[in-house]
Every structure is written in structure tokens, then in C-alpha cells.
């Protein structure tokens, strides 16, 4: 490649890069928010704002309580499938662009037995969660007005896509230590895929480069993730008088193995309506992710049918690290720099109905927890839900929930409107 191609294509697709930063345009090609910013799990959990630590007795527990585990009675199944919608509208130099994403997948699958004891209580629990919904679109489009020697007065469109789930295999235990107080853990093991594109074009259509009239960057990973061990989790359940309990759990800090198999390429257009491919090359990348320690805390009060909750979560972000770089170039330590320890605050409400029929509603405050340079939060992120559990008979619950959320960021001449919406079926058969 001639020095004025290695100029624009470092101009271009550098200079891009930081004109479009944003969450989504820094993380599509890093792993650190896939690993560590969990969606939940539950229909009945996610109705409730995820204020789930202190309330117990299905499979559920398995992800926010292992102790709640040991409020289990007999044997049952439970499962549940999710479907998730999201829209972004972004702007750019004041060109509006949207893009949506819709995914259908597993929530969580898992079987608990309570062993039967003479007192107290031995319960057992195996089960599959999704930890993270990694399906997203992002486009933006628009033309560049500044006066960059570089990328002013082009036409730019961006466009990125990722595709995958990663999951949490678990099995707990939860006994009942005294009276009304339990203990559980739980060991988990990660793994996933994500398949990442990234495309980037730049249209010279003031003729400000000679002799090239456009550019083309194209860029994609297939991700896959896999642990490096076990992710123990350590709750406690207190119930000191009848129909009020507190709850808490520690996660502890774990690695994952992620294995990036990459391409990278890069076209000029030129003047004369010709074309080059100027750079192409892929390759095998690999190193590992610490996912940092967690602490969850949770109180619920249950009164005359009416079941109030409410938690905090504190996540130590200053514990994950890179073993080394990602093939992007991310710095080890990027998380120490970027990134502050985050407290998630969540509060719920569940009405028992007579006849069987359970309303419910919550409300969660999750602050985006990356900033970019220069960022400004317009809007920071908070979730509402709804649900209901449905009287099936003594043997099955069915539980339907609808949660949605909005965010607002702007960076420079960029700005981005995220709407995102959740549906979440869940059920359960008591032997």
C-alpha cells in the first residue's frame, strides 16, 4: 500500500473510531461487557426489579440466592424462555439513523430436589441461565462537517452486528443451619459465542482526496468463551420472625478463556472507478477475562398477601482484568481506567390475588457503568417491569413478565437513544 493509502486508511478508520466511540461501538469487538454485565433470569425475579436475594423457594434461587434454595419442597422442573427487542436511534452531524434487533432464546432450565430430612432441610439444585444476551445492532450514518483534513466533508456510514448467548451452568446446595436461617452454594461454569461484524465506509463525495473516491473496512470476529474454573457463589437467608427476610450473596472473582478468530480487509475506491484491496489477513487470538467479585443484598416483608422487596448490588469492576490485550488493542487495565465500582439498586412488589392469581411490578436503576471520554449520560438507564403469575392447578405455575428500559448518550456529534424491551415466560411442574 502506497503512503497516501495507509494515510487515509489510518485516518479513516482510526479517526472514525473516535468520532462514533460509544458503549456499543468501544465493546462490539471487546469481550469485558459481554462477561461481566449479567441480564437476569426469572420471569417472577425480573416482574420484581431483580429484588430477588431475600425471597426463595424455586430454581431461580440457583442465580441470586443459593440459600433461597432451601425453602424448596419436593422435586420440580423449571424453565423459561425470553424474547428481547431493541432500537437505537443515533445521530450523527445531525443525520438520524436506526437500527433493531430481535432475539428468541433459552432464560434458564433446571431441576431441584429437596431431599427429605427429619429436620430442617437438604436441597439440590442443577440448571442452565443467560447471562448475557449479546444480539445487537448498531448503524450510523451522516456527513461529516468538521474540518478533520481527513474525514471532513465525507460521507460515513457505519454499520456493526453481534450474534450469541453466553450462558451459566450451575449446580447449588442449601441447608437449613438453625431455624429460619439457610446457607447455599453454588459452582458455575461460563461458556458462549459471539459472532461480531463490523463494516465501515467512507464516501469522498466532495472529491476532498485524490485520486481516491471511498474507502471500505471491514472487520469480524467469532468469539467463543469458556471458563477457566469454577465460579463459586456463597448466600445466607435469615428469616427471624414469619413473613420478613434478609438475604445476601457473594460471587467470587473467575477467568474466562476467550478465543478470537478474526478477519480484517480494506478496499480504496479510486477516481478512475477502480478498486484495490489494499489490506486482508485474519488469524487465531486468545487470552483470558477476570470477572470480578460481586456482593448482593436483599430484604423482603410480607404482609396480609402482599409481598414487598427490595436489593443492592455493589460489582468491583476494579477486579476484572485482561491476562493480556485483546487482538482490538484494549490495555490490560482498561478497567481500572474506564471503569468505577457500581452499586445497582432494585425494588419490587408482588399482590397475591385471591384465586391464585399474583400481580407484580419493579423497578431497577442499572447506571451505565463504562465512560467514555467526553461522554455525557443524557439519560441514564433505569428499568420498569410488570408480570403476572397464573394459577395452572397445585402442580404447574406458569409466570409472564414485561420489562423495559431506556438510555441516552451523546459524544460530540454523535448522539444515541437506546429503547430496549424484554419478554419473559417462565414455568414450573411440582412432582
Avoid at 460521507?155 to 429460619?180: F, H
Avoid at 461480531?196 to 472487520?219: F, N
Amino acid at each position: 500500500m502506497n503512503s497516501m493509502g495507509m494515510r487515509i486508511r489510518n485516518a479513516v478508520a482510526g479517526g472514525a473510531v473516535l468520532l462514533l466511540l460509544s458503549p456499543v461501538a468501544t465493546f462490539a469487538q471487546s469481550a469485558e461487557i459481554l462477561a461481566v454485565v449479567p441480564t437476569g433470569t426469572g420471569a417472577r425475579p425480573l416482574a420484581m426489579g431483580e429484588a430477588y436475594h431475600a425471597i426463595g423457594g424455586d430454581i431461580h434461587s440457583l442465580y441470586y440466592n443459593p440459600a433461597g434454595l432451601g425453602l424448596v419442597k419436593g422435586l420440580s422442573i423449571e424453565g423459561g424462555i425470553s424474547h428481547r427487542s431493541t432500537v437505537l436511534n443515533t445521530s450523527y452531524f445531525g443525520t438520524e439513523s436506526n437500527s433493531k434487533v430481535f432475539s428468541t432464546g433459552l432464560d434458564n432450565l433446571g431441576l431441584v430436589y429437596s431431599i427429605p430430612t427429619d429436620r430442617g432441610s437438604l436441597v439440590f439444585a442443577i440448571g442452565a441461565h443467560r447471562l448475557r444476551d449479546l444480539d445487537n445492532r448498531y448503524r450510523l450514518e451522516g456527513y461529516n462537517t468538521s474540518d478533520d483534513p481527513d474525514l471532513g466533508e465525507t460521507w460515513i456510514e457505519a454499520n456493526d452486528s453481534d450474534r450469541g448467548s453466553l450462558y451459566g451452568y450451575a449446580a447449588g446446595v442449601a441447608v437449613e443451619v438453625s431455624k429460619s436461617t439457610y446457607i447455599g452454594f453454588s459452582l458455575e461454569a461460563i461458556s458462549g459465542s459471539n459472532s461480531y461484524t463490523y463494516l465501515l465506509d467512507a464516501y469522498d463525495t466532495d472529491d476532498v482526496w485524490t485520486p481516491y473516491d471511498g474507502h471500505r473496512w471491514d472487520d469480524g470476529i467469532d468469539y467463543s468463551y469458556q471458563s477457566k474454573g469454577l465460579r463459586m457463589s456463597v448466600g445466607t437467608l435469615w428469616m427471624p420472625v414469619q413473613g420478613l427476610s434478609f438475604g445476601g450473596t457473594i460471587r467470587m472473582p473467575t477467568d474466562i478463556e476467550i478465543t478470537e478468530e478474526w478477519y480484517q480487509s480494506e478496499i480504496l475506491y479510486y477516481d478512475d472507478e477502480t478498486s484495490e484491496v489494499t489490506y486482508d489477513d485474519d488469524g487465531l487470538y486468545s487470552y483470558a477475562l477476570r470477572i470480578p467479585f460481586e456482593f448482593d443484598m436483599g430484604a423482603a416483608l410480607s404482609i396480609a398477601g402482599v409481598t414487598m422487596s427490595g436489593s443492592a448490588s455493589f460489582t468491583d469492576y476494579s477486579q476484572a482484568w485482561y491476562s493480556k490485550s485483546p487482538y482490538d488493542g484494549f490495555d490490560p487495565d482498561f478497567f481500572v481506567n474506564n471503569y468505577e465500582p457500581q452499586w445497582k439498586l432494585g425494588g419490587g412488589m408482588e399482590l397475591a390475588v385471591p384465586g391464585g392469581l399474583a400481580v407484580r411490578a419493579g423497578y431497577q436503576w442499572s447506571p451505565l457503568v463504562f465512560r467514555a471520554v467526553g461522554e455525557e449520560i443524557v439519560r441514564n438507564r433505569e428499568i420498569y417491569s410488570a408480570g403476572i403469575g397464573l394459577p395452572m392447578g397445585d402442580l404447574i405455575h406458569l409466570d409472564l413478565t414485561y420489562r423495559t428500559a431506556q438510555w441516552e448518550t451523546g459524544l460530540g456529534a454523535t448522539s444515541e437513544v437506546w429503547s430496549h424491551g424484554q419478554f419473559i415466560m417462565s414455568f414450573g411442574y411440582r412432582f
